[in-house]
């Protein structure tokens, strides 16, 4: 048996290839994906070796990453339950993708992923294998063995696989969209997350004293420039990672749903992520309508609401996209925002097919806007409450 | 002809007083309504005289403002278009009934208030009134005139009226759920607001240097404790609004649609408001289900849209109150949030009736999640995207 | 260990029984609800008795039923994918509920249920189960032992359990809201259920050929009459089922989605439900404003899906009843319908509290409508329409 | 001054040319556009001279509104309060486009049409009118002259208009895709449309005595054959009015909230409307999976309320539609349904890359589908209605 395995170079996985091997006498292909992590991947690949992979494939997938998923999250305003931008969950179906490909160019007869059966990971892994591979079977090791990380630490010792002591005692994930921190003192949702739990934010009292003005520039919904300056995605990302991480800003802490139904307290730094997704909301605001922005709203909720729960390759998730490029057409024009001390506020918008209409709204003098007009509205507007609540009498 | 007018102090229903009077030959009873603006109400009444009112009345309803109309908008988490509290717009219907309420009791023949044909609180107050006092005729000079700020002035001047100098160079509303800046060079959406637009949030340069911690706690949705101490929610409001702004917190700046069609940049101050509204929706998250969660969110949306459009008296905003008020019989807990230079990170949250359920979530040994039951729920969840894609092929 | 078994009489649950016993080595407890269906409940407790069962309960809950589901289920006009009345799914919870009665009366260690793997129903035992009486363990047998209807047979007639040669090759649910037919030729979607499928509803070549007409009075949502006879709701929904059916009228027939992400043909026939939800429908337009009525189409449309998905327990639905309560205040009045040869058609409808305002609409000279704020109306309505479509340009 | 008017031939619009003229010193360019009403168009042209038209124009835009209107109507279900096929609402954008077009051709400096104050119609005109002309002037005597049907009448007879006696005393309003049929008697909800209102659909008594059967091929959501014979919407439309109307389908008898807060009691007939909509409803069960079935129920709400409401000009509409169209390309199959005395039953249908599956679905031993999914999948469906239950008590 041939397996192609999602290989993270973490516990779960490590322990995953050896698993199979005994479990299944398979013969492990292990895949990683790069999406923007920080890892040493040389290191990672020689892992895989030594716990028994029969080849090792490393995919950098950062600019696809970026411009196929994260670019479609920002036109989506895509933040689960108002919070999470969705960091982890929109990286699942690329790699899920990429190791199906190898796979079948391999010619295996499985797929495997290191998801618990307890997370959504295993909804994304899942479904998007079983729709670009469909013909082949998934395995799951640590679902199907139902362990923990103490049962997975006891296992990997005693069979000498190459795990390291955990740089932090916090579960992690991390690319270049975002990264999450779970576990430890965090599993209670009164505890404050310290200050060692973050990497890309810096604590509040270290960050600088003077404020940083920046200006993004978007152009059919995608920023494209950052202070003038035209840039690609991925440059834009890496930048605000780091700028609005040395202002303090980018961490979210709340109770998060599951899709299997357990709530569980996440914690992230997103910088880059929030930026441009709060901008391009304000800029948004600036072209669309009011009706348009009002439904755009449940499209966005929802489409945030699939990805989450691991439903990118479903065609819905397709045709909630058609709506979202039509409506993104004119989204083009810039956001200028002030970062200091974990603060970010948008300070001004500007776009050049803007329905804000300066010479109708202003109150002085040369405004275009006939009132009387106001006086028909109004009675008609709440028409239909006045017969309504009439007839209550 | 005998009308009741809401009057304000400012512009535009003082000149409406003497134009109901030229006009109609009106006798004009001036109706101020306290829900929390700082006025000189005594100056206010000398105004509504001098300006030729025949009898001033002044309602203090600040407490049913905030038990009432408030407690509502915090448990339906209301921000229209994700930004704006309602602070004017939630005052409005409740202003309306106050008059209509003083209208019915002097035998008036109308009511009638300052609102331009160009913004939503025309709306709020055509509605109200018409389900308050369906038998009265609803008279709005400054609509009906078609006039600007600066027509008005001149009136004002020609007919020496007491108008003061403006305060500001801002047009100003103000209660105790935040304060509205409009106008002057706020209507460039590119420029940002200057210092001297604030009146209850610092300039961050002029914060204090250590962070503040806060635990808000709620019962049934609504505040009723701050630091554990029990409190009004008047009293909770006016601290957050001193303590928030203190801290430089909460500040918006926003496009706004308005009912009507025209795009408006709006600039608010809000800072009780959005610390309650935003410990509200994550303590809900405490105790609501995904499902309730994601449902509820469509109702708050509709509640918010509702408020700002004029339409509180309408018997839809009452059934969507029954859903809400059904939904926040557990939201019972604490919320801790620290301030400092104009973030507002919320650091903890508990809940007695708490879904939350860490002995299940937990990464640890003794969880009691049986993993097993994540495969057949992976494999049933994406079935239909499975069976869709697989049939496009 | 003892076990209550919510017992239908049919082969499922006949088989359960003894699966029961031998694996579990179970004492166990039949319970069957009577809901409406047409049955020999006498037979049915013998064949519980035969089959092992060490106690039999019968409960007649027809009047609970209509009273406290069905009347709901109209209230929320609800028509699961807008076809289906949900006869057996609003069945379920109440069946579990009686059964999880009966197992904590009589200290029972375990409830079980006949559902199959594939289906909707073992979600909706599962979850009323799992609130009504959380500690006690679920047995799912069928589900348990993957069997199919041909292996059950082979399993009955080996251990010679009472099963009846079946009625019909169709395996069928009924009650009091409907009667459901499933399998045989109908899983081929493209063949036309044949006359025998049906009970309740007459071949249309066999109706009456005289038309007949009948009124429906409504109170507060609730059907309360019938031809101008107060009635209760379990005889006005019987008399409909029976005129109804005898005039052709109520069968439905549609490519349904079950929850696990399956399709399946299901056919229906259900006069009673349809005429009492298509006539409240009617009626509520008379009486619920414009935006009140398409909001409530969202609660509707999720009340359906919650309650078709086995959520009746949860507090979200009690959220939207506590809406769909408020919203039903003032709908009363009456429906006339004329049936004829499978078509019902509504012929007229009338309303104490009727927002219709025939003095208003109409177009002769009486019309009390100013025409002249329809102007302002209509330019301030597309205003955003312009001022973006402009701004594209 | 030049205006061009939408011109129907009715009493209306042939007052309008007079009033036009009086009022404004108007030329007058009468456009009547052809979208399948049936009428004597050289007669209508006759009039328009004698009126005083300078120049009339006959569009023939029967085909243009099938392919380009009506098809998107079928392919978002398009029923207006789950009952009006939106026949006139869809016509009226095309219209203003015709006559917009004219306008811009000949010169005009205004455009004008024959609206009432009080309907939908005003709102549909306008919107198009200023999207597609912006700088024009818009007209809209009857509206601006508050008049109603008697003092029209009036008018005309003073003014020598060749209006003709009316051929009923209905408000008939006709196109291909249905005819209403409004005031008089009708406006009293209580009366049953009498037999003269009615054109298309004939009496249930003199319908033949046999149910004919009728399959509609769907490609890409779009009706292309009938009985097995590819054919052009048109076409099918044409025939399927026939058919219907012959056994007496395509009645439907509603109350309607217009647009402007008023509820009208609306009669209408649409043969081929709703076998179009209620076929395609079935085939799209067929092929797209449950989320998407239930997402795209708000898209097609929404779509009708748009339409309705005079918004097809949006940007709003082009997005929903990119969502429609991409949901489409797979809507591809044919229904087979039986006409019999007022009622359609569908019997059958199929596709092609249909999502329903019947080797899994089936009741008997081949199913391929393993039941002991169901159990983990039921188990975590309803697990936050545990923890949520639980935690009240």
Same mark, same amino acid.
């Given at each position: 048996?041939?397996?192609?395995?999602?290989?993270?170079?973490?516990?779960?996985?490590?322990?995953?290839?050896?698993?199979?091997?005994?479990?299944?006498?398979?013969?492990?292909?292990?895949?990683?994906?790069?999406?923007?992590?920080?890892?040493?991947?040389?290191?990672?690949?020689?892992?895989?070796?030594?716990?028994?992979?029969?080849?090792?494939?490393?995919?950098?997938?950062?600019?696809?990453?970026?411009?196929?998923?994260?670019? %479609?999250?920002?036109?989506? &305003?895509?933040?689960? *339950?108002? /919070? =999470?931008? +969705?960091?982890?969950? @929109?990286?699942?179906?690329?790699?899920?993708?990429?190791?199906?490909?190898?796979?079948?160019?391999?010619?295996?007869?499985?797929?495997?992923?290191?998801?618990?059966?307890?997370?959504?990971?295993?909804?994304?892994?899942?479904?998007?294998?079983?729709?670009?591979?469909?013909?082949?079977?998934?395995?799951?090791?640590? %679902?199907?063995?139902?362990? &923990?990380?103490?049962? *997975?630490? /006891? =296992?990997? +010792?005693?069979?000498? @696989?190459?795990?390291?002591?955990?740089?932090?005692?916090?579960?992690?994930?991390?690319?270049?969209?975002?990264?999450?921190?779970?576990?430890?003192?965090?599993?209670?949702?009164?505890?404050?997350?310290?200050?060692?739990?973050?990497?890309?934010?810096?604590?509040?009292?270290?960050?600088?004293?003077?404020?940083?003005?920046?200006?993004?520039?978007?152009?059919?919904?995608?920023?494209?420039?950052?202070?003038?300056?035209?840039?690609?995605?991925?440059?834009?990302?890496?930048?605000?990672?780091?700028?609005?991480?040395?202002?303090?800003?980018?961490?979210?802490?709340?109770?998060?749903?599951?899709?299997?139904?357990?709530?569980?307290?996440?914690?992230?730094?997103?910088?880059?992520?929030?930026?441009?997704?709060?901008?391009?909301?304000?800029?948004?605001?600036?072209?669309?309508?009011?009706?348009?922005?009002?439904?755009?709203?449940?499209?966005?909720?929802?489409?945030?609401?699939?990805?989450?729960?691991?439903?990118?390759?479903?065609?819905?998730?397709?045709?909630?996209?058609?709506?979202?490029?039509?409506?993104?057409?004119?989204?083009?024009?810039?956001?200028?925002?002030?970062?200091?001390?974990?603060?970010?506020?948008?300070?001004?918008?500007?776009?050049?097919?803007?329905?804000?209409?300066?010479?109708?709204?202003?109150?002085?003098?040369?405004?275009?806007?006939?009132?009387?007009?106001?006086?028909?509205?109004?009675?008609?507007?709440?028409?239909?409450?006045?017969?309504?609540?009439?007839?209550?009498?």
């Amino acid at each position: 048996m041939k397996v192609a395995l999602a290989y993270s170079g973490g516990l779960d996985t490590t322990v995953a290839i050896r698993w199979l091997q005994e479990k299944y006498g398979a013969e492990v292909y292990t895949v990683t994906v790069d999406v923007g992590q920080e890892e040493d991947f040389k290191e990672i690949e020689e892992k895989a070796y030594k716990s028994g992979a029969v080849k090792h494939y490393h995919i950098d997938a950062r600019q696809k990453f970026a411009e196929e998923y994260v670019a %479609r999250a920002i036109k989506a &305003n895509a933040l689960y *339950e108002g /919070e =999470y931008p +969705l960091s982890s969950a @929109l990286s699942r179906p690329l790699i899920a993708e990429e190791v199906a490909k190898i796979a079948l160019r391999e010619g295996c007869d499985a797929v495997a992923h290191g998801c618990t059966g307890k997370g959504n990971d295993q909804l994304r892994f899942d479904a998007t294998f079983a729709a670009t591979a469909p013909d082949l079977k998934i395995l799951a090791p640590v %679902r199907e063995w139902n362990m &923990n990380r103490e049962d *997975e630490i /006891e =296992y990997a +010792l005693k069979n000498g @696989l190459p795990i390291n002591p955990r740089k932090s005692r916090f579960s992690i994930d991390e690319n270049l969209w975002g990264r999450s921190i779970e576990a430890a003192e965090l599993e209670d949702p009164w505890t404050e997350p310290p200050n060692e739990a973050f990497k890309l934010v810096k604590p509040l009292e270290e960050t600088p004293n003077t404020p940083e003005e920046l200006v993004i520039g978007f152009t059919g919904g995608i920023p494209t420039s950052l202070n003038g300056e035209n840039s690609t995605m991925l440059e834009i990302i890496g930048k605000l990672n780091k700028i609005g991480g040395q202002h303090g800003y980018g961490v979210i802490d709340h109770i998060e749903d599951r899709v299997i139904g357990l709530k569980s307290r996440e914690v992230y730094e997103a910088p880059a992520a929030l930026i441009l997704i709060k901008t391009h909301m304000d800029l948004e605001k600036m072209i669309l309508g009011r009706r348009h922005l009002s439904f755009k709203q449940q499209i966005d909720k929802t489409w945030a609401e699939m990805i989450y729960s691991g439903l990118w390759a479903d065609p819905l998730r397709k045709a909630l996209d058609a709506f979202i490029d039509e409506s993104q057409k004119n989204v083009t024009g810039e956001v200028r925002i002030k970062l200091y001390k974990g603060t970010m506020r948008i300070t001004g918008r500007r776009a050049e097919k803007a329905a804000y209409a300066k010479e109708i709204i202003t109150y002085s003098r040369e405004s275009l806007f006939d009132q009387k007009a106001g006086e028909g509205f109004s009675k008609l507007w709440s028409l239909e409450t006045r017969l309504t609540t009439l007839s209550e009498k």
